[in-house]
């Protein structure tokens, strides 16, 4: 009797008792599932990810075609906890400005501007080797001395906050 109970109930497509609601037995890992815990894990090294510091972690993700969080695991694995995209995105900064700025000096010192370059450019390759790594003072000091000077040319040139807005007590009433 109970064999024909079972038969009639899988015939008309009722669910078995340790069936989950997709109709899957529970306890089977299907693939292509979220969760299913495969196999198929991606490891990553170093070298890859360090090739796609200069980029932010949604796009280095897309790029290395696993997800945000199996990235972020694996960055902790390999001895970083954040993402080190805008160091490097500010060193890259802080090299152009002292490009930029060294240029009104190159006459007088010149050669200490090659030299600040090339000692970032050195800081932005330990960082690629060594997320972790912190700034060292004199780098955070040289950036800050960068971000007064830009803001003094552009208060200069015009672009400061109140350069297009005029005085009340300029305005005839």
């Not at 609601?21 to 299907?30: A, F, L, R, W």
């Not at 600040?116 to 955070?140: C, F, G, H, W």
Request: aromatic share 4%; charged share 30%.
């Amino acid at each position: 009797m109970e064999d024909a109970y079972r038969k009639s109930m899988e015939g008309n497509g009722e669910k078995k008792p340790n069936q989950g609601c997709d109709g899957v037995e529970k306890g089977t890992k299907m693939q292509g599932r979220r969760g299913g815990g495969g196999a198929d894990k991606k490891v990553l090294t170093l070298e890859q990810v360090s090739q796609l510091f200069s980029m932010p972690i949604k796009q280095a993700a897309r790029e290395l075609n696993v997800g945000l969080t199996v990235l972020k695991k694996q960055c902790r694995k390999l001895g970083f906890q954040r993402w080190p995209y805008r160091k490097v995105k500010s060193l890259e900064t802080l090299i152009n400005n002292v490009q930029e700025l060294g240029k009104d000096t190159e006459k007088v010192d010149g050669h200490m501007t090659r030299a600040v370059v090339v000692m970032l450019e050195q800081t932005k390759k330990m960082i690629e080797e060594r997320p972790a790594m912190v700034l060292d003072d004199n780098t955070k000091v040289l950036r800050q001395a960068c971000f007064k000077e830009n803001f003094k040319r552009k208060k200069l040139i015009g672009h400061g906050p109140c350069s297009g807005m005029t005085l009340l007590s300029d305005v005839d009433h």
